[in-house]
């Protein structure tokens, strides 16, 4: 999954974004179904908790690309639109990072950017980040 991700963050034209797409949309169908799996494995609650939420997450996160990513496509001029399409791939990053996290049950440690790329800009919207980082936070 993070493979077709890190290819859809770079891809400039709309038939190559249709065809990588699609396979990421499968990947993530398989993701949902074994993280799903997983999630009911879990004996801790709390990592029951994190499963579901970077579960709940991914599944959003997937749209909102899919609409970004054709915004930044149909207008590359726009720096609110890159701004958006990437805000969405660093959400789709945490939420898979919180999955390896859960996965592993903190037993293996964990690539801080694996998932996650450092940036040094701020996020378009940045009260809907801290929300998440939020709640993200209080179930760790």
Known sequence: ???????????RSFTEFVKIFAEFGGEMV???????????????????AQMG???????????????????LLR????????????GVFDQIRTALQLIAICVCDGVLPVDPVRFVQTSSEEPLDIGIQLTANAAIKQLT
């Open 1 to 11: 999954v993070a493979y077709s991700l890190s290819r859809l963050e770079v891809c």
């Open 30 to 48: 398989d993701l949902a179904h074994r993280s799903g799996d997983r999630q009911h494995d879990l004996k801790s609650e709390k990592r029951r």
């Open 53 to 71: 939420v970077a579960r709940a997450a991914l599944e959003r996160h997937t749209m909102l690309l899919l609409t970004s990513s054709k915004t």
């Open 75 to 86: 207008h590359p001029e726009s720096e609110s639109a890159l701004q958006c399409r990437d």
